[in-house]
C-alpha cells in the first residue's frame, strides 16, 4: 500500500510542473500585448486630439472669410468700397515694375483716390510728380494736364506729361512722370493745380509693356541696373528709363530720364540699363521704372 501511493504522488508532481510553466509564459504575453494595446490607444488619442486642434483652426479661417466676404459685400452696397485699403502693399514696394531704395519713404495719398501724391520743385523747364492708385482696380495709361497760377489766382501756364512709368499701376502702386511747361517763367509761390486721367491697363498689339527691376544701385554719379521682360511678347524700344531721386524725408530732389542701350527684349530676357546725373545731385534715395512697346 505504501509504494503504491509513492508512485502516484511523484506522478503527479511531474506532470504539475510543464502546466505551471505554461501559465506563466501566457501571463506574460498577456501583460506585453496589454502595454503594445495602450501605447497604441495614448497614439490614438493624441492623434485625435491635434485632428480636433485642426479643425478649430481651419473653422476659425472660415470664419474669418466669411466676415470679410460679408464685410466686402456690405462696402459694395453701400458704394464704401474705396475706404478698402488696397492689399497689394502698404507703400507700393509688391509692384515688381517699380525699384530703387525710396519707395518706403512715398506717403500713402488718400484711400479712393488715384491722384498726385508729391510733386517736386518746378526746374524753369519741368515739374516731377508722382501719382499713386488708391483704387481697388488697375489702371494704365495715365495723363496729366496741369495749369499754373500765381499768388493771386491769375493763369499764367499750361502744360501737359511726357508719360508715366510704369504703365500699368496696380492697387496700392505708385508711377513716375513730370509735367512739361516749355521753359515757361514761373514765380516760386505758383500754385498746380492737375487734372489726373487714366484708362483700363493695355493690352495686345502696339501698347506699352513694363519691365520688371531686377536690380538697381546707386553708384555717386549714376544708376546702373537691369531689367527683365516678364511678358510674354516681345519688348522692342526705345525702352525708356525713369529716375526719381528723393532726400531722406520724401521730397523730389529731380526726375531724369533715359534710354537703354539695348532696345530689344524677347520674353524672359534681360536688358542693362543706366542713367547718369550731371548735376550732382544726392541720389541715394532714388525710385527707377521701365517700359517698350509690344510692337
Known sequence: MRRITAIFVTVLTFVALPIGAGWRSGSAQD??????????????????TSIAELEGTVDARGAKINAQRTQIAELRATGATETLEPEAAANGSASPYLGGTGVSLLPAGEKGKIDVVLQGAYDGNILPIIIRNNSTEAIGRVTVSATARSSGGDLIAAGGDQG????????????????????????????????????????????????????????????VGEFKNDSDVVVSGPIGISVVCLDASGAILSHETGFTDKDQAQPGESVPFQVAFYSGVDCTNFLVAGSGYSF
Open 164 to 223: 508715366f512709368n510704369p504703365n500699368t499701376v496696380e492697387p496700392g502702386g505708385y508711377t513716375l512722370g513730370y509735367i512739361y511747361f516749355d521753359q515757361a517763367a514761373l514765380p516760386s509761390d505758383t500754385t498746380f493745380v492737375f487734372d489726373v486721367n487714366y484708362s483700363s491697363p493695355d493690352s495686345g498689339s502696339f501698347s506699352a509693356v513694363d519691365l520688371s527691376v531686377v536690380e538697381a544701385s546707386y553708384l555717386g554719379d549714376r544708376i
Open 31 to 48: 501583460t506585453g500585448l496589454q502595454a503594445t494595446l495602450a501605447a497604441q490607444e495614448t497614439t490614438i488619442a493624441a492623434q485625435q
